[in-house]
């Protein structure tokens, strides 16, 4: 089965930025809309961006839009979620996620996903 290797998250201070990548090895995503979550200590796993199989179409959370953008380079089999303006109460693990079936809508419910990275770690400090 496709394995997802999140990379590229770190410490930065308020205000700065990350990108984040999701290599799907093993298998292609292709064909799949691909997401991003995100979890904290006191909260479940909540959804962060998803973007289509052709990479066309997006949607956000309401804590991401204008912050965040979800991109896709199915040459390279990677989705990236670019950060900017980040604030403290991004702090967590983040986690890319592949859409369970092909040529699926966006969804933003952890049960629509059906492959999950290990989660890359995000801390926003001062």
């Known amino acids: 089965q496709v394995q997802l290797v999140e990379s590229g998250g770190g410490w930065v201070q308020p205000g700065g930025s990350l990108r984040l990548s999701c290599v799907a090895l093993?298998?292609?995503?292709?064909?799949?809309?691909m997401a991003w979550f995100r979890q904290t200590p006191d909260n479940e796993r909540e959804f962060v961006a998803w973007i289509a199989w052709g990479g066309l179409a997006s949607h956000y959370s309401d804590f991401a839009k204008g912050r965040f953008t979800i991109s896709r380079d199915n040459d390279k089999n990677t989705v990236y979620l670019e950060m900017n303006n980040l604030k403290p109460e991004d702090t967590g693990t983040y986690y890319c996620?592949?859409?369970?079936?092909?040529?699926?809508?966006?969804?933003?419910?952890?049960?629509?996903?059906?492959?999950w990275g290990q989660g890359t770690p995000v801390i926003v400090s001062s």
């Open positions: 093993r298998r292609t995503i292709i064909s799949f809309g």
């Open positions: 996620a592949r859409r369970r079936d092909e040529i699926r809508g966006a969804s933003i419910r952890t049960e629509d996903y059906d492959a």
